[in-house]
């Protein structure tokens, strides 16, 4: 989707605060797949592990880092993954439910469609 709508509308994923650190609620799924990543103290080893992130994903989607203070995570109920749009005034035009169950990217592509009267 991404590719097929970045020349029409800016994309972002956002990285939040780490959901299962090896140093605080750690899955079963994350030990056996070798993913094991301390909750990040600074913003140094935040952008570290974000970033290591979009490598080992290969994520061709821009990101962006939440603060320390976990602001964005905070305001946009992004935990654990949510889809939002923003409108060109900087309003919400599109909230879609709390991951996992909430995640619909299809439902999220037509009201970008509306939003951009395609």
């Not at 974000?50 to 061709?60: I, Q």
């Not at 654990?80 to 923003?86: E, F, G, K, Q, S």
């Amino acid at each position: 989707m991404y590719k097929q709508y970045k020349d029409k509308s800016e994309w972002f994923v956002v990285y939040i605060r780490e959901a299962h650190p090896a140093d605080g609620w750690q899955v079963n799924a994350n030990v056996k797949a070798g993913i094991e990543i301390d909750q990040p103290k600074t913003m140094e080893e935040r952008i570290d592990v974000a970033s290591e992130c979009v490598r080992e994903m290969k994520l061709s989607i821009p990101a962006i880092i939440d603060g320390m203070d976990n602001k964005v995570g905070e305001d946009y109920a992004g935990w654990p993954d949510r889809l939002y749009i923003v409108d060109k005034a900087g309003k919400i035009a599109y909230r879609g439910g709390k991951g996992p169950g909430g995640f619909k990217p299809l439902e999220m592509e037509e009201a970008l469609k509306k939003i951009l009267k395609l």
